[in-house]
């Protein structure tokens, strides 16, 4: 089971560190991901830490502004979220897979949360 937590309402500028709590696995034997989806669009790739060696992949439109992590201690994943734009404004959900394959096509991901939901006002 995963569940994500730390979603919300932040101006433009602003910051949120979302989580995602693994139960029954252990994160670091998963590429975990996170995506999201904008109301009305189809969910995209926004991030990914590839399973053993820890290497991560960020969609272009967030390079440079979030950060994927994980805590094998707490079973967690991180996605330190910084410089948000209104275009950000989506809900976010992690997901594990275990042959990771082409990392950001969400059919290779096995496990999902049920997501958080992220506003970014202008």
């Known amino acids: 089971q995963l569940v994500e937590s730390g979603g919300g309402f932040v101006q433009a500028g602003g910051s949120l560190r979302l989580s995602c709590e693994a139960s029954?696995?252990?994160?670091?034997?998963?590429?975990m991901a996170w995506f999201r989806q904008p109301q009305g669009k189809e969910r995209e790739f926004v991030a990914v830490?590839?399973?053993?060696?820890?290497?991560?992949d960020y969609a272009d439109s967030v390079a440079g502004r979030f950060t994927i992590s994980r805590d094998t201690a707490k079973n967690t994943v991180y996605l330190q979220m910084n410089s948000l734009k209104p275009e950000d404004t989506a809900i976010y959900s992690c997901?594990?897979?275990?042959?990771?394959?082409?990392?950001?096509?969400?059919?290779?991901?096995?496990?999902w949360g049920h997501g958080t939901q992220v506003t970014v006002s202008s």
């Open positions: 029954g696995r252990t994160v670091s034997d998963y590429s």
């Open positions: 830490i590839i399973r053993d060696d820890g290497g991560t």
């Open positions: 997901a594990a897979a275990f042959y990771p394959g082409s990392h950001r096509q969400t059919y290779v991901y096995d496990y």
